[in-house]
């Protein structure tokens, strides 16, 4: 679970509360920004707007489903991934690529996964490298889809609350004369911007950039095993391999690499010395 996002999604509608009830009226003030013309206007306008987008029904809902991923915490960690590459690197060093076929059925992640078994059939390096960043390019696509939906989102929430704000004034000044239906005509005017607004930058437009940036980690990640699995195919030493891959980092987070990974790429090389 994602804490900042659910921690932000509750304190931005304690935010709101709070500013509903600290005017004179207190909690009073609670039934003044209930209207269900302006929910129905706001909220059913720009869905039907999001709906309309999508190329078919499944499509939408998927959309929809992808806020699961805003609220789950992402896994990906390239400091394990180095630590996993080099791991592969020692055994491939020792034992020889076929070795790795086997480790292959002990790693979750398909993508590396499939490089390991595109490097251990033989295929041509460059084939291989095609073939991943392809698959990069593909993932990149299908999340970029979904960042777009809660991003285009974003932007109906307000442009159907002036539509429902343009309504309300409508009504309001073509009944002037009866005093009684220009306070809910108003309501209507006011409500629907501000749900719209609400809408946008309180749940639509964080979960687009929290989908981004999930997004960006996944393919950095991924683009670290590209060249890592490289680096084995082309039977680099596992030390060189590592520090070739902690160019990815942060300077601060590549003492996050592993002491073990890190004293197995020292035997390795101490080996080879041997060997030499």
């Known amino acids: ?139 990149d696509k299908r999340h970029n889809e979904k960042i777009g939906f809660w991003a285009n989102w974003g932007g109906m929430g307000p442009a159907w609350g002036m539509i429902g704000t343009l309504i309300g004034l409508v009504n309001m000044l073509y009944n002037m004369e009866d005093m009684s239906r220009i306070g809910p005509n108003m309501a209507v005017a006011l409500l629907t911007t501000l749900y719209g607004s609400i809408l946008a930058n309180a749940i639509f437009i964080p979960i687009s950039f929290k989908l981004k940036m999930y997004n960006e980690i996944e393919i950095s990640v991924k683009e670290v095993m590209v060249e890592g699995l490289l680096s084995i195919q082309a039977g680099e030493n596992p030390r060189v391999i590592e520090e070739k891959l902690k160019s990815f980092l942060a300077p601060t987070a590549r003492d996050a690499i592993g002491v073990d990974a890190v004293n197995n790429a020292a035997s390795a090389a101490a080996a080879e010395g041997g060997e030499a």
Request: charged residues 20%.
């Open 1 to 139: 679970m994602d804490i900042t996002t659910i921690v932000g999604l509750i304190f931005s509608a304690v935010i709101v509360f709070f500013g509903i009830v600290s005017g004179d009226g207190g909690f009073s003030s609670l039934s003044n920004f209930g209207d269900l013309p302006s929910v129905i206007i706001t909220i059913g306008g720009s869905t039907i707007c999001m709906f309309t987008q999508a190329k078919s029904i499944p499509e939408f809902v998927n959309n929809l489903k992808s806020i699961r991923i805003a609220m789950r915490k992402t896994t990906a960690d390239e400091a394990e991934v180095i630590n996993n590459i080099v791991q592969l690197s020692n055994v491939a060093r020792k034992e020889g690529l076929l070795a790795l076929e086997e480790m292959a059925n002990n790693i979750e992640d398909d993508f590396l996964k499939k490089g390991i078994m595109l490097i251990v059939d033989g295929t041509d390096p460059e084939l291989v490298r095609n073939i991943m960043e392809t698959e990069l390019m593909s993932l």
